[in-house]
């Protein structure tokens, strides 16, 4: 075991193995610490996963999209962030592709995704 092996392994979240199976189309629910003027207080934040990049590094990081008031929303989740209390998936979506990312050019109907009663 190298020294980066190691450094990774000290920084490694615990919690990260909790966090259940998804992949992009799903909705997922994600609970995140927030920090405001001294205060800590969880905020869900559920929307589409739209991405994935390396589920079992120390790298990995999921993104999450949602449309807030007729305005979308992104935001990156590094599968290994102490910030990151839980995750639950909502649905299940059928998805044919890796990356979401026309969904960001889409509202309305057009932005829906398949929910894929097969898979559980």
Not at 34 to 59: C, M, S
Not at 61 to 72: A, C, D, L, T, W
Request: hydrophobic share 40%.
């Amino acid at each position: 075991m190298n020294l980066i092996d190691i450094v990774n392994a000290d920084h490694m979240n615990p919690k990260a193995a909790e966090i259940p199976h998804f992949i992009t189309g799903d909705t997922v629910a994600v609970h995140a610490k927030i920090t405001e003027a001294g205060k800590t207080r969880i905020q869900i934040f559920q929307g589409v996963v739209i991405a994935l990049k390396e589920r079992g590094k120390l790298t990995g990081h999921f993104r999450v999209r949602k449309i807030s008031s007729g305005m979308g929303v992104e935001r990156v989740f590094p599968f290994h962030s102490p910030n990151v209390e839980k995750v639950e998936v909502v649905q299940r979506g059928k998805s044919r592709r890796a990356k979401l990312y026309y969904l960001r050019e889409r509202s309305g109907k057009s932005a829906r995704i398949a929910i894929d009663y097969d898979r559980k």
